[in-house]
């Protein structure tokens, strides 16, 4: 992993400490400190759903400590010993108690900072306005985009989850979630409706799953109260944040480094080629927010990096310092999907005939890589998806110069569907002189009735952000667009029938037409940086 070296392997822990809630649950904690460590003393506070022994018990309370800090492992409602009922996302309140026991102790003085990936990112967004430094990594201050992706519930990732959290604390937890993930739940990807998956999963009815499928609603009461977002510029403690390209989270996270630069704060960003559950992540998290904490916690800034954003940008393969998010410099670079699936930097300048597919939910275009939560091989040729006939591509000649996308991307397409509801997706490719075609990034929309709204003809401009990137497109290399309507199980599939897709059962073909004509000129934006333009270091 790479980490600093232990200033100790002789640690004290006080295992089960019982912290109270305001409402007179109990929630245990665990707590690690180097052996003689001086008190009171400053605290990385981590609360987490899965259990404080165990892997992360070493990974969050042990190897932190090893390195200098007293740490504090909560295990969050409802799990590992801790009372009450697990609430989902909805850590405020806890935080907050959790906060002001933690002050009172006296073996506690100076600041309070925190850390942790994933949920236990979360947790920190929820009462970030009292933590004097965060460490957050592949994680957002809101979530509920997240579960549902571009509209779709994000199917793979909410049931992976589910799974885990249903196993954790069994015998054989760690082989009951391999099997579920390998064996039980592929069986139920094509099943419908979704409202009983947990029944056929898992034998019996799951309230957190039929409670996050009622709840689909942008304006619903459930996630107004687990929605951290429009705080963030607020937050004064020194954030870093770290992502990868193809995790479940980078478009929220970037949001919120975005919102706490806006406001003059001086957040650090970090972004590497990884997926939510990359190993690599995992250890440059721990490493990096070692270094992070120590220096605003105990004053040792030799860890820490001197930088605002640091990027890994992939095709090129290795890291670049930037100023800021997007680069100084960068421009917008249009590239028109074309008649015979053609890909150019100029507009259509003639009539064309709008390039037709056929989507059926049946048989559902699937998902091939991209950002699934138990994802370990993100980026894959794409060959086989695009020699079907529900995905059309719209391809480059070879690039006869690198091209460096690095900043937002956006879809851009005039598109009209059989039906009312349906789905848009696109994904951007680097083709390899070889002929592979590996994914960069990619997003979905759900349309509906209205939205986006449709011409006389039927016809809707969408418009919608894809995944950021910092991606190098080699000269010799083609770029390629893909557009289909769907990635099943990534997204669940649209049924097509505008019905409540959480009980829909009936599934209708959509027949789909991408224009790309004067009057409908499709395309995706990329973000690049001009030759010559400071790319960094």
Known sequence: MRLPQPLTRDLEVDRDLPV???DGVT?????WRPRGMPEPAPTVLVRSPYGRQGVFGFLMGRLIAERGLQVVVQSTRGSFGSGGAFRPFDERDDGLATLRWLRAQPWHSGPVGATGPSYMGLVQWAIADQLDVMAPSVTASRFRDMAYGGGSVSLDTALSWLLILEVQERPLGLVRMIHGLERTLPKLWDHVPLNDLDERAFGAPVPIWREWLSEMAPDSPYWATRDFSASVGDVTAPVQLIGGWQDIFLPWLIEDWTALRSRGRNPQLIVGPWAHTSPELMAVSLREGIGWLRAHLLGDDRLVRDTAVRVFVTGERRWRDLDDWPPPGAVERRLHLGAHGTLTDDAPAGDAEPTRYRYDPAHPTPAVGGPVLMERKPVRDNRALEARPDVVTFTSEPLTEDVDAIGPVRADVWFRSSRPDTDLFVRVCDVEPGGASLNVCDALLRLTPGAPERDADGIARVTFPLW????????????????????????????????????????????????????????VVLTVLPRGANAGG
């Open 468 to 523: 950021p990137t910092a991606h190098r497109f080699r000269a010799g290399h083609r770029i390629r667009v893909q557009v289909s309507s769907g990635a099943h199980p990534r997204y669940a599939r649209n049924p097509g029938t505008g019905e409540d897709p959480i009980h829909a059962t009936r599934l209708v073909p959509a027949d789909q037409e991408v224009f790309h004509d004067p009057a409908h000129p499709s395309g």
């Open 27 to 31: 929630l245990l904690a665990d707590r």
């Open 20 to 22: 109270p809630m305001d």
